[in-house]
């Protein structure tokens, strides 16, 4: 009888109901505090950086397409010498604009990063739409009706 009870104790916690804990929360929890450690930390790493080259270049327009579990953001206009710092403000960008990659839905966007007073910020665009069927003949996706969207956020502050 102690072999069941250790087992659903294992499986269950502790908890005298015997419910489990939900640990998907928690997950989103951890998930959402790391998105937001990763911004902060990108921020104080390239913030001068970005402030530099949007103050160079007058403004940093990038492009993005994502869906099915990929997203891609591009710059144009920079040196290889950038590059590593070309891919952690993409990786800030999609984080920051929380650009979603996981689906079957098509997306693309552009925006521009620029300076107004005393913060950084970016205005964008985008069209996404969703798979809703595939076609068996074809085997080809199904799209819904596009769904635009457009902002202009604050990314940081000087």
Do not use: C, H
């Not at 929890?29 to 902060?40: F, G, L, T, V």
């Not at 604009?97 to 107004?116: N, V």
């Amino acid at each position: 009888m102690s072999l069941i009870i250790n087992f659903l104790r294992g499986l269950f916690g502790n908890n005298p109901k015997g419910a489990a804990k939900s640990t998907t929360n928690d997950y989103m929890q951890r998930w959402e505090e790391d998105r937001r450690k990763s911004i902060k930390a990108t921020e104080q790493r390239l913030g001068n950086w970005i402030i530099a080259l949007v103050n160079q270049k007058g403004s940093l327009p990038f492009s993005w397409e994502s869906g099915n579990d990929e997203a891609f953001l591009t710059f144009t206009d920079f040196t290889e010498a950038e590059e590593d710092n070309f891919m952690d403000l993409e990786q800030y960008i999609i984080n920051k604009l929380d650009i979603p990659d996981a689906g079957e839905f098509e997306m693309t966007g552009s925006g521009t990063i620029y300076i107004t007073g005393n913060s950084v910020r970016v205005k964008y665009s985008s069209t996404i739409k969703g798979v809703i069927d595939y076609d068996e003949e074809t085997d080809q996706e199904i799209y819904s009706e596009e769904e635009q969207d457009s902002g202009d956020e604050l990314l940081f502050s000087i």
